[in-house]
């Protein structure tokens, strides 16, 4: 029997059906953004004419204005934007700490009514859509009306005292390293003077911008490698010690490298299905054990894998992630004046791995003389999470490296010994999404641990990257990644790229369960995935809802938990 059809037409998204402020810039405030130092070089005539450089700016940019105190961007949080200066001045605080008491920014939509409400709604169709028609007409645009901040304030003299602060006046740039890159900032940054005005450009603006504009692209891989390096370093734990002198001239020394590529998840996705086991075979070679030791590499983005040579193959003995290092043994051997000192391990990239490799002689000069006394004559060269990765069973580690899953952050974890197919955690998920259940309770398993088809909340969610509207994202205070249905154009970049085929694509119904039809009559479709119950005051329903304990979300990487919870 066909599916039933509304015969109400609605719209599709489109690319700047939400402009990033309330309204659009209006054109005076175009062109003045566009005559900043950053766009002075930018070639209007290099952008598509479906994707005009001044539409950018109006769509994806918007004013905002902070008084002496307030915070613009707080460390810590994850950042989907850069700011340029326009008029008066800020304040970077790199080593700031929370107990400035800036308010975090509070877990959005989370209410008792909602929740109850939730509980005593009639049932709706599956993934029901209010229904609406938008104006085609003219919109009206905004000018220099700002956004107000909404982070608090802290005490500007009394910061500047207890922390290093850097100041920006107009046409400065800062921002630009969590834009690029969607991880959290690594500065606090407060407004230094009443009626500071600052343009902000959400990060597909800045994505495209980028693409079509090889001196913006220029201009701001500059900032990114000048200002990234050392906030990097200063972020790695073995590093924390150093003053800002020797960071500088680490930073001047060491080299920026990128292993691996970025368009790893397609293969992968055909890897998996065929022999995972053979993936490591593929992955980039970053050190080959018994290689001359040629500085520490610190991990600055994404995964790599510690093997090491058995019989005529490689056996993972750990993996790494950000902030870990290798090396760091054999260089402290050589330090101790050890002769013939070599890679007693192999690095390789996993999917796609940035690497900062800090020169051995300033490794010598000014970390190991701050850190605490290594054990000698190792035998392996593995990370700081030595101790757990030891307790680790072998096969178990290979599977979650093999197939990946070290990526996930908030991973739906289930003990096989305990589940027994009750389906109480789906009927909950669907409880908590009107109808509408956001996992598979299947997917690999290895003894009785089983990953299941929902979205881990990925350490590198590589499903952002294609997004044309910036529908999928993470949230800035929590960096959970959720999907904003009212920008979503059903183009399926995400759900491709997603690795894990934890995002779907759905067709939307009305309120009689009907399929909507746009103008051509074609059925609507939309990205759908966890969103870690967002909206809901206890958390994931789907773990809250687990009679036996079988269902946790976890930090893949948080080996002591997740093992001693398989028991």
């Not at 693409?211 to 790695?236: C, H, K, M, N, P």
């Not at 995972?276 to 001359?292: D, K, N, P, W, Y």
């Not at 950000?322 to 054999?330: H, I, P, R």
């Amino acid at each position: 029997m066909a599916e039933p059809v509304s015969e109400l037409v609605e719209e599709r998204n489109r690319r700047w059906d939400e402009p990033f402020g309330d309204e659009p810039l209006d054109g005076k405030t175009v062109a003045r953004i566009l005559s900043l130092p950053s766009f002075a070089n930018v070639d209007p005539a290099e952008f598509q004419a479906w994707l005009p450089l001044d539409k950018i700016i109006a769509n994806d940019g918007r004013l905002r204005k902070f008084q002496r105190g307030e915070v613009i961007i707080r460390k810590g949080d994850y950042g989907n934007s850069l700011f340029i200066v326009l008029e008066g001045g800020v304040l970077t605080l790199p080593s700031i700490e929370s107990e400035t008491g800036a308010a975090r920014t509070p877990k959005r939509g989370v209410s008792w009514w909602r929740s109850i409400a939730q509980l005593l709604a009639r049932a709706k169709p599956p993934e029901f859509r209010p229904t609406r028609r938008r104006q085609r007409g003219r919109r009206p645009v905004a000018s220099e009306s700002a956004v107000p901040s909404g982070l608090g304030k802290i005490e500007i003299d009394d910061s500047k005292q207890r922390f290093s602060a850097v100041a920006l006046r107009a046409t400065e740039v800062f921002g630009e390293l969590a834009a690029l890159t969607g991880r959290q900032r690594t500065a606090t940054v407060v407004a230094a003077e009443n009626d500071t005005l600052l343009f902000e450009l959400r990060w597909q603006g800045v994505r495209d911008i980028r693409t079509w504009s090889t001196a913006f692209r220029q201009r701001i891989d500059q900032l990114y490698r000048e200002r990234g390096l050392v906030g990097r370093l200063r972020e790695s734990p073995i590093l924390r010690h150093l003053d800002a002198q020797a960071l500088d001239e680490i930073a001047r020394e060491s080299l920026f490298e990128t292993y691996g590529n970025t368009d790893w998840t397609h293969r992968f996705k055909k890897e998996r299905q065929s022999d995972v086991s053979r993936v490591i075979e593929q992955e980039t070679v970053i050190s080959e054990q018994g290689a001359h030791v040629d500085g520490l590499l610190l991990i600055s983005r994404g995964f790599a894998r510690v093997t090491e040579h058995v019989d005529y193959g490689e056996q993972a003995i750990d993996h790494l992630s950000v902030n870990d290092v290798f090396g760091l043994d054999e260089i402290a051997s050589i330090a101790a004046g050890d002769a013939g000192v070599v890679l007693k391990a192999s690095l390789r990239a996993i999917g796609y791995v940035d690497i900062i490799r800090i020169p051995t002689k300033l490794v010598c000069k000014y970390v190991l003389p701050g850190l605490p006394a290594r054990p000698r004559n190792n035998k392996k060269a593995v990370s700081r999470r030595e101790p757990v990765a030891l307790k680790m069973q072998q096969e178990m580690m290979d599977f979650l490296v093999d197939h990946r899953f070290i990526n996930g952050e908030k991973a739906m974890a289930i003990n096989l010994d305990r589940c027994v197919g009750c389906d109480d955690c789906v009927k909950a998920c669907a409880t908590a999404h009107d109808n509408n259940p956001r996992f598979r309770r299947h997917g690999f398993s290895h003894h009785n641990l089983m990953v299941a088809n929902a979205c881990m909340h990925c350490t590198d969610p590589v499903c952002l990257i294609g997004c044309p509207t910036g529908a999928i994202h993470r949230e800035e205070g929590t960096g959970t990644v959720v999907i904003n249905d009212g920008t979503c154009v059903g183009c399926a970049t995400c759900a491709n790229a997603c690795p894990y085929d934890n995002i779907q694509m759905v067709d939307i119904r009305d309120k009689s369960g009907a399929f909507l039809l746009d103008s051509e009559g074609l059925t609507i479709s939309r990205a759908t995935k966890c969103d870690l119950c967002a909206d809901q005051l206890t958390g994931p329903a789907c773990a809250q809802a687990c009679p036996h304990d079988a269902l946790i979300r976890v930090d893949i990487r948080d080996s002591r938990k997740l093992l001693a919870w398989l028991g």
